[in-house]
């Protein structure tokens, strides 16, 4: 029963990466990040969004461990996870990343990120 539960867990946790990169938002998020670390007003201006709904987009991703924000000054800065990348989902989450970049939403997103 405990290998049962153990395996729940993993498809809970593929299910919720999965989830989370697969609304365009955040997959537009998370190719602006790969450019290097954002606030959220750089990536409101690259992406020519609202700050709410960046900020409710970066939350869903860092609940999932896909990005991490570390404090600088009064701003937040957000990045790509390590942990996510370099962990068991990096493999994919790089090679959804890497098709993404054809998008001509995603090229113009990172055209103004860099």
């Known amino acids: ?13 593929i299910s919720r990466i999965l989830c989370a990169v697969s609304e365009p938002t955040r ?20 992406l020519g969004l609202r700050q709410s709904v960046i900020s409710q987009h970066l939350r869903v ?8 924000g570390r404090k600088n000054g ?18 994919l989450i790089k090679t959804i990343l890497a098709q993404a970049r054809a998008d001509e939403a995603i090229k113009k997103d990172r055209q103004a990120a860099a």
């Open 74 to 91: 009064l701003w937040v800065d957000y990045e790509l996870a390590k942990s996510c990348l370099n962990g068991p989902f990096g493999k």
């Open 27 to 46: 997959l537009r998020i998370l190719s602006a990040l790969s450019c290097g670390k954002m606030c959220v007003c750089e990536l409101c201006a690259a």
């Open 1 to 13: 029963m405990r290998i049962y539960y153990n395996i729940v867990m993993a498809l809970s946790e």
């Open 61 to 68: 991703l860092r609940d999932c461990g896909l990005v991490e």
